[in-house]
C-alpha cells in the first residue's frame, strides 16, 4: 500500500492516509532532536530569536510561492518555488524550536486543537506578533524587484547562518548548518539574474535600478541588533548582525559591479517609534499577505488536513 | 531481553529497503539517510537525516517506515530525526549512483568542500562540467540549477537535444 506503486492504491487504503500524498499526521519536525539548551541562556530570548529568523524565512516563502503560475517562464517558476520550499523547511525547525525553548509565545486556539506549535505560531498570530524583518514582507512587484530582494535576504542570511553554525544551541547550529548549503544556492540564483538583467536589455536595466531604489531603504534595518540579539550573542548563541555587515556589503559591490549597476544612494526608511518588523511593526503589505496565508487554516481551527 | 542477531538485521534490511517516494528507484539505504535501527524485543527506533529542510518527501519517508516494519511484525516504531551533520549527497551510496545512471540520470559529483573564508559567489562560472547521461556528450547547458524536486537540476543536451536531471551536490 505504500510502495507507491499506484496512484489509485491508496484510495482504497483501509486507514484513510494513503489518499494524501503527504500523511494525515502532523508530524513534529524536531522529532528525537536534543533540544536541551546550555543552562545560562535566557529562554524568552532565544525563543523570539528563533521567531524572527523563522519569520523572516516564513513570509518570504509566502512572498516567492505567489510566484507560482504567474513567473515569466516554467523554470523560474520552478526556482522561486524550490527557494520557498527551502525557506519553509528553516521556518518549520524554527518556529518548532521557538514552541520548545518558551512554550509561553505559541498561540492558544483551543482545548481540543490538533494544531502543532509552528502550525499555531505561523496562522494564529495577528501581524503585529511576527518579528520579521520588513524586507521580506514587501509586495513582489515584478521579477526583477523580487530577484533584488531575494538576492539582499539570501546574501545577509547566509552570512548570518554561517557564523551561526557555531551556536552554543545545538538545533540553531544544525538549522544552520543546514541551511548554508540552501542558502548558497538561493544567493547564486539571485546573484545570476541580477547580473542578466542589470547588464541585459534597457528595459531590464531600468526595473533593475527601480527595484533598487525600492529595496535599499529596507536593507539597514537587518543589521540594526535588537536586544535579544546582543544578549544571545554574548552568551554564544546568537550572532550580532552588525557583524555580518563587511561580508554583506562586499557581496553586493561584487554583484552590482558584474551586473553594471550603481548602488542606490544610502537611505535607510527608518524605524516608527523606534521600532520596526522586529519589534512588530510592519508595513500594510504584512496584514495582507497573512490574511491570505492563514484564512484556511483560521477558518477550520480544528481542522486536520 | 536478549534479541537474537536476526532480528536486529531483519528489521534493519526492512528501513534499508524503504523506497525514497521522490525517486522511487533508491533505497533508503541508497540514499543515505538512515542513521540508526535499534531493536528492543518488539520495539524499533529507527535515526533518519532529512535530504533538505523542506523536503516534503521526508514525511512519507517516516509513515512508510513505520508501516513496513509494522507489517513485518514490530508493534512499537519511534523515529528520529538527526539534524547534525547535514545530509551531503556524497552519503548516496555506489549502489544508488549506478541506480541513477541507469535509471538516466546525471550523478552527483563530490559536494564543495567548505574552505575558510566567506563562501564565494559563483556569478559566471558553470558550476560543473557533466555528461549528457542519454548519448555522453559533453556539450550540456544547464536550463535551471531548481528541477522537479529539491534535490535536482535541469540541464539539457545540446547535441542529443534530450533534457535530463543532475542530482545536485549539497
Known amino acids: ?305 | 531481553m536478549t534479541v537474537a542477531a536476526t532480528t536486529v538485521s531483519s528489521a534493519q534490511e526492512i528501513v534499508a529497503s524503504v523506497m525514497d517516494p521522490e525517486m522511487p528507484l533508491l533505497t533508503l539505504a541508497d540514499l543515505g539517510v538512515i542513521r540508526s535501527v535499534d531493536v528492543e524485543a518488539n520495539f524499533v527506533c529507527v535515526t533518519i537525516t532529512p535530504t533538505y529542510s523542506g523536503c516534503p518527501a521526508m514525511a512519507t519517508m517516516r509513515d512508510d517506515i513505520e508501516h513496513k516494519l509494522n507489517d513485518a511484525g514490530y508493534g512499537s516504531v519511534q523515529i528520529k530525526t538527526q539534524l547534525s551533520p547535514p545530509w551531503s549527497s556524497d552519503w548516496i551510496s555506489e549502489e544508488g549512483l549506478a541506480k541513477l545512471r541507469t535509471a538516466g540520470y546525471s550523478v552527483p559529483g563530490a559536494a564543495p568542500r567548505r574552505t575558510s573564508g566567506p563562501i564565494a559567489l559563483t556569478l559566471t562560472a558553470k558550476p560543473r562540467d557533466i555528461l549528457c547521461p542519454q548519448c555522453g556528450s559533453a556539450n550540456t547547458r544547464l536550463s535551471s540549477e531548481f528541477g522537479a524536486t529539491l534535490c535536482k537540476a535541469l540541464y539539457r543536451c545540446l547535441d542529443c537535444l534530450e533534457p535530463f536531471d543532475h542530482v545536485k551536490e549539497i
Not at chain 1, 505504500?2 to 494513503?18: E, F, I, Q, R
Not at chain 1, 535599499?216 to 541588533?225: A, G, I, Q, T, Y
Open chain 1, 1 to 305: 500500500m505504500n510502495d507507491h506503486d499506484s496512484a489509485y492504491d491508496g484510495l482504497v487504503d483501509g486507514d484513510g492516509h494513503g489518499q494524501w500524498a503527504f500523511g494525515t499526521s502532523f508530524d513534529d519536525p524536531l522529532a528525537g532532536v536534543d533540544t536541551t539548551v546550555p543552562g545560562d541562556v535566557d529562554l524568552g530570548a532565544l525563543a523570539r530569536y528563533c521567531l524572527m529568523l523563522g519569520d523572516d524565512a516564513l513570509v518570504s516563502s509566502q512572498r516567492l510561492a505567489e510566484w507560482s503560475t504567474r513567473a515569466p517562464e516554467l523554470e523560474e517558476e520552478v526556482a522561486l518555488a524550490n527557494v520557498g520550499l527551502d525557506l519553509i523547511g528553516q521556518a518549520r525547525l524554527l518556529l518548532a524550536r521557538a514552541a520548545a525553548a518558551d512554550s509561553t509565545v505559541v498561540p492558544f486556539i483551543s482545548d481540543t486543537s490538533p494544531v502543532p506549535a509552528e502550525d499555531a505560531l505561523a496562522f494564529f498570530r495577528d501581524q503585529f506578533g511576527f518579528r520579521n524583518v520588513r524586507l521580506v514582507e514587501l509586495a513582489n512587484g515584478d521579477f526583477a524587484h523580487t530577484v533584488v530582494r531575494l538576492l539582499v535576504f539570501a546574501t545577509w542570511r547566509l552570512a548570518l547562518f554561517d557564523r551561526l553554525r557555531t551556536s552554543r544551541d545545538p538545533v540553531l547550529a544544525a538549522v544552520a548548518n543546514k541551511g548554508v548549503k540552501e542558502l548558497t544556492y538561493h544567493r547564486d540564483y539571485a546573484a545570476r539574474w541580477v547580473v542578466t538583467l542589470g547588464a541585459g536589455t534597457a528595459e531590464s536595466k531600468r526595473r533593475t535600478a527601480d527595484a533598487l531604489l525600492e529595496i535599499f531603504p529596507f536593507v539597514d534595518e537587518l543589521f540594526v541588533p535588537t536586544q535579544d540579539e546582543l544578549v544571545l550573542a554574548e552568551v554564544g548563541v546568537g550572532v550580532d548582525p552588525r557583524t555580518v555587515r563587511p561580508e554583506f556589503d562586499a557581496v553586493l559591490a561584487q554583484v552590482l559591479h558584474a551586473a553594471e549597476m550603481e548602488e542606490p544612494p544610502a537611505r535607510f526608511s527608518g524605524f516608527v517609534g523606534g521600532r520596526g518588523g522586529r519589534a512588530g511593526l510592519h508595513t500594510g503589505a504584512l496584514g495582507l499577505l497573512l490574511a491570505e496565508m492563514q484564512s484556511v487554516a483560521r477558518e477550520h481551527p480544528e481542522g486536520v488536513w
